[in-house]
């Protein structure tokens, strides 16, 4: 079976343009989940779907992120536009089950870097 | 915050000798998983434990939990040069919270 799927797995931009990162969750899982990983503030919680419907974005950092997942196999994770600060590992991560207490499977990450 | 906090934050060994990371976390919970991360690579799960557990058994990983103290721990015995990672713990919270990590420990095995 395949994992999950993120790309670009670089992504290297100037201030100030739009970012885009993709995510295709396992087949069948019903929760999706973007995480952020940096180096002072550890992995935080960006936003979680399920069943394609956001359930919590209290995590997002401000307007300038937003995160969509049109069907059950796709989910974009938006910043415009972006700042150096946004500059981190961001992940996407799936679980087979609609309560959030079971195994995440993660993809490789997208490591940003905005200059 | 509920963001655990895993002890040490980095351990160095040598490949044979046991590898203890220890999490500690302050509101009670339904479950303790444990994830581990080669560099550059997503996490991996290795292990969860149900609040209700107090041990529990994964090949050459053992995990402990005690809900008392609010803390768990995570023995790799008989380490190897490829267990060099980093480990985080995961807390399940009540109500249908996701999983909240922690900083993770940097674990390098010597060869």
């Known amino acids: 079976d395949a994992g999950v799927i993120q790309s670009p797995r670089h992504e290297v931009t100037e201030m100030g343009q739009e970012v885009t990162l993709r995510c295709k969750p396992i087949?069948?899982?019903?929760?999706l989940f973007w995480y952020r990983q940096t180096m002072m503030r550890g992995l935080e919680l960006l936003i979680y779907?399920?069943?394609?419907?956001?359930?919590?974005d209290s995590g997002m950092p401000e307007d300038r992120f937003s995160a969509k997942m049109p069907n059950a196999s796709f989910s974009t994770l938006k910043i415009q536009p972006s700042e150096p600060r946004d500059s981190a590992v961001y992940f996407c991560a799936s679980s087979r089950t609609e309560v959030n207490t079971g195994e995440l499977f993660f993809g490789e990450g997208s490591r940003l870097t905005v200059l | 915050s509920q963001q655990g906090e895993e002890d040490p934050q980095a351990l160095s060994i040598q490949e044979g000798e046991n590898a203890t990371m220890n999490c500690s976390y302050k509101?009670?919970?339904?479950?303790l998983q444990w994830y581990r991360q080669n560099s550059g690579r997503g996490l991996v799960h290795l292990i969860l434990i149900r609040s209700n557990e107090r041990e529990k058994h994964s090949g050459r990983l053992r995990v402990t939990l005690d809900t008392s103290k609010k803390s768990s721990s995570l023995l790799i015995t008989a380490s190897r040069a490829a267990d060099t990672a980093s480990y985080f713990c995961a807390t399940s919270h009540s109500g249908n919270t996701p999983l909240v990590f922690g900083k993770g420990t940097r674990l390098s095995v010597i060869a």
């Open positions: 779907f399920n069943n394609n419907v956001p359930i919590d």
């Open positions: 087949s069948g899982h019903n929760s």
């Open positions: 509101t009670s919970i339904n479950n």
